[in-house]
């Protein structure tokens, strides 16, 4: 059988011969650095360090990257869901807001009328002692039914102060028309009794700091009578 030929290497460079398929040699080229020339122009060819092309990413919509896009029939139903939502929360709160108010309202007036009932339980002492008064014999000596009336007059402006009524009786003191209401005037006796009342015609009152009724009087005044 006839043995494959065997080539020998290069006398001169010791290469090994390169066999190509056709089955012709072709030396090896020539110097060390060969190799290296050979794989650095490859690797400058393939360009490692770039790497392969950016996947784009985006949706179809153009949507954030990795977020699916959301079909625009099932973003209007889930926006008219949430409006509904919304707008059942409004009225539901709008109806408690209601309630609140009209409750609120009916304990005011409940509170203002207890407060009244225990002002008219107090009174009611007063009005028995007027009815005995009334009622009395008409021997009864005058004396005894004037301090009969002054007690009873005691109790009825100690509750009515109790309440928070005051009464304002100004006599003496500077006219004051913020709370007083001047009915006559008479000259002043001295420099010092100008514009000062008098007297007190009708008492006026107060009640819890405000004018229920201005006290009406009579001034004194240098320009004389009025």
Same mark, same amino acid.
């Given at each position: ?5 065997r080539?020998?290497s290069?006398p001169e460079t010791?290469?090994?011969?390169i066999?190509?398929p056709?089955g012709m040699?072709q030396?090896?080229?020539?110097g060390?650095?060969a190799?290296g ?10 360009n490692p360090s770039?790497?392969p092309?950016? +996947?784009d990413?985006?949706?179809a919509?153009g949507g954030? +990257?990795?977020?699916? +896009?959301?079909?625009e &029939?099932?973003a209007?139903r889930?926006?008219e869901?949430e409006?509904?939502?919304?707008r059942?929360?409004h009225?539901?709160? &709008? ?6 108010r009209k409750r609120?309202?009916?304990e ?9 009932? &225990? ?8 009005l ?7 009622a009395s ?15 009873v007059?005691?109790k009825?402006r100690?509750e009515?102060?109790?309440a928070?009524?005051?009464?304002i ?8 028309p913020s ?5 006559s005037?008479?000259p002043?006796?001295?420099a010092e009794?100008?514009h ?5 015609f ?8 405000q004018?229920?009724r201005?006290?009406?009087v ?9």
């Amino acid at each position: 059988m006839p043995k494959n030929p065997r080539y020998s290497s290069d006398p001169e460079t010791g290469a090994e011969p390169i066999h190509t398929p056709g089955g012709m040699a072709q030396p090896a080229p020539d110097g060390p650095g060969a190799d290296g020339a050979d794989l650095a122009s490859t690797d400058m060819d393939q360009n490692p360090s770039a790497g392969p092309p950016a +996947a784009d990413y985006r949706g179809a919509s153009g949507g954030p +990257a990795g977020l699916p +896009a959301e079909p625009e &029939a099932g973003a209007i139903r889930r926006l008219e869901n949430e409006v509904a939502t919304a707008r059942d929360q409004h009225l539901r709160l &709008a109806a408690e807001f209601d309630n609140y108010r009209k409750r609120i309202a009916k304990e005011r007036v409940e509170l203002s009328e207890r407060a009244q009932a &225990a002002f008219v339980m107090r009174l009611l002492d007063v009005l028995d002692d007027l009815d005995r008064l009334v009622a009395s014999d008409r021997s009864t000596n005058p004396d005894a039914v004037r301090d009969a009336v002054l007690l009873v007059d005691k109790k009825l402006r100690k509750e009515l102060e109790a309440a928070g009524v005051e009464r304002i009786d100004p006599a003496g003191a500077p006219f004051d028309p913020s709370e007083h209401e001047a009915v006559s005037t008479i000259p002043a006796p001295s420099a010092e009794q100008d514009h000062k009342v008098s007297a007190t015609f009708q008492s006026g009152y107060r009640f819890k700091g405000q004018l229920v009724r201005p006290a009406r009087v009579q001034v004194y005044s240098s320009q004389g009578a009025g």
